[in-house]
């Protein structure tokens, strides 16, 4: 007879949960009965974090928590963000859009893109609006990568750049929870849904939340993923001590420090080959992506107060390697925070328009929003989705070319479920390339690019 699971336990089976933490924040039942344990703990086949369960027993109550890798209810979450659905529901709440960055020349390079969060950080401790910031924290070693509370600007160095492999961001959220600082919270779409979930499970976090700053997210990759990568230059990721995934003239290539001493610079998508390309896209945004990450609506953060993300424009790559950022203001006080660092000279701002913002974000915001066809294909393959509501005015409006886009996304789950079908990895990430769009000029373009294999 097979062991009832916890419902944590049951997210994690169905491939749901993300490794966020938030659950270790279980709470006893109202019935005032003890809630279980949840800690994080390394699962060697899923390759990242995962929720284990103690002090429970079947038939108990589960305790109450938050998981939004199990739930995304977008029409709830803006109601209770701005008391109504959006007006935009491609771009989200929007009260401005702006392109922006920081003005410090060093914070500014320091950043994955323009440097605007820790600029927007370090105005609110220098006025003493927040006494924290809850963020995911860089240290020397990868491994080490966590959420934690940092309480100084200083301290904001250790917050740079973008990282791409899973990190235990729910370390801290213990501290948060039992702290007394006013804090800014910064996070990933997800982390941000999250936190709003969980300030309604203890309120008192909600009197001490300042401000929310959301990042664009392309999804969370594991760490087998980036050794595929890496391995292509002679590397392995578990010699890696610390990677910088955005460093140089932005969008960055990778950094490496490995643990006998030496550094490596290896390039991303800028100055590498169209096949080298291929492999970073089957690394980092293929078949080691998690796969809740794969079927998901929110790519730029809907529900914080600011939303941060590159823009990935022709007319901002094409500026000496300058770090930018779009910023878009989803809440009147999330405005009237950017204003404060405008007007006092910490971030710069240029005019961006909506429809440059749609497209700088390419056509993952577009098969993002209509998700209704991965959770169609998904059950179609025989694969458990998460349960997800969308806008209404998106609702029903999943066109043909985004049930091709889910079906070749998501057979990148599938296809390393059988080791036979592990070799069609590149073949798969080729035909993506060259056929999805089924423009017949692009298709004999991008064959051509492959042939040639410059870089660019």
């Known amino acids: ?25 279980i709470k006893a039942s109202a019935s005032g009965d003890n809630a279980p344990t949840v800690t994080m703990a390394y699962d060697e086949k899923l390759d990242h974090a995962v929720p284990r369960i103690s002090g429970w027993t079947p038939g108990e109550d589960a305790g109450a928590f938050v998981c939004p890798g199990a739930e995304m209810d977008m029409p709830t979450q803006a109601r209770n963000a701005y008391g109504h659905e959006p007006e935009d529901p491609m771009l989200g709440e929007i009260v401005s859009l702006r392109a922006a960055y920081a003005a410090d020349t060093e914070t500014r390079d320091a950043s994955a893109s323009g ?27 990868v491994a080490e990568t966590r959420g934690a509370l940092v309480h100084t600007a200083a301290q904001l160095k250790t917050i740079h750049g973008s990282v791409y492999h899973p990190a235990n961001f729910g370390s801290g959220l213990q501290d948060l929870v039992g702290g007394t600082e006013r804090f800014a919270f910064v996070g990933l779409p997800c982390e941000i849904a999250a936190l709003q979930s969980l300030k309604s499970l203890y309120p008192a976090i909600a009197k001490r939340h300042v401000l929310s700053i959301g ?23 578990s010699d890696v001590d610390a990677v910088d995934y955005r460093s140089g003239p932005w969008p960055g290539g990778i950094k490496l420090a490995t643990r006998d001493g030496s550094e490596r610079r290896i390039p991303r998508i800028a100055h590498n080959t169209r096949w080298k390309i291929l492999r970073y896209v089957i690394a980092f945004q293929g078949y080691w992506m998690l796969p809740r990450c794969r079927i998901c609506p929110d790519q730029i953060s809907d529900f914080a107060d600011i939303a941060v993300g590159d823009p990935h424009l022709p007319r901002f790559r094409a500026r000496n390697g300058d770090g930018f950022s779009v910023v878009i203001s ?13 007007a006092a000279g910490q971030v710069i701002e240029e005019p961006i328009t909506r429809d440059e913002v749609i497209r700088s974000q390419g056509t993952t915001l577009d098969n993002r929003r209509h998700v209704e066809a991965y959770v169609a294909v998904a059950r179609l393959l025989g694969l458990t989705p998460p349960r997800i509501t969308v806008y209404a005015a998106l609702r029903g409006r999943a066109a043909w070319r985004h049930y091709r886009y889910a079906f070749v996304d998501l057979m990148k789950l599938v296809l390393p479920q059988n080791r036979f079908l592990r070799a069609l990895y590149l073949p798969w990430q080729i035909f993506e390339y060259v056929f999805i769009t089924f423009a017949p000029n692009l298709i004999g373009r991008r064959i051509a690019n492959l042939l040639r294999n410059r870089a660019g």
Request: aromatic share 10%; glycine share 10%.
């Open 1 to 25: 007879m097979t062991r009832a699971r916890h419902p944590l336990e049951q997210i994690v089976a169905d491939r749901q949960c993300m490794g966020c933490g938030f659950c270790t924040l």
């Open 115 to 141: 440097g605007v969060v820790p600029a927007v950080l370090a105005r609110l401790f220098q006025t003493g609006v927040i006494d924290a910031a809850y963020t995911l924290r860089d240290t020397d070693k």
């Open 215 to 237: 990042l664009f997210c392309g999804g969370i990759n594991s760490h087998r993923g980036i050794d595929y990568y890496l391995s292509r230059f002679g590397v392995r990721w």
């Open 330 to 342: 989803r809440t009147p006080h999330g405005e009237a925070v950017l204003k404060d660092a405008i």
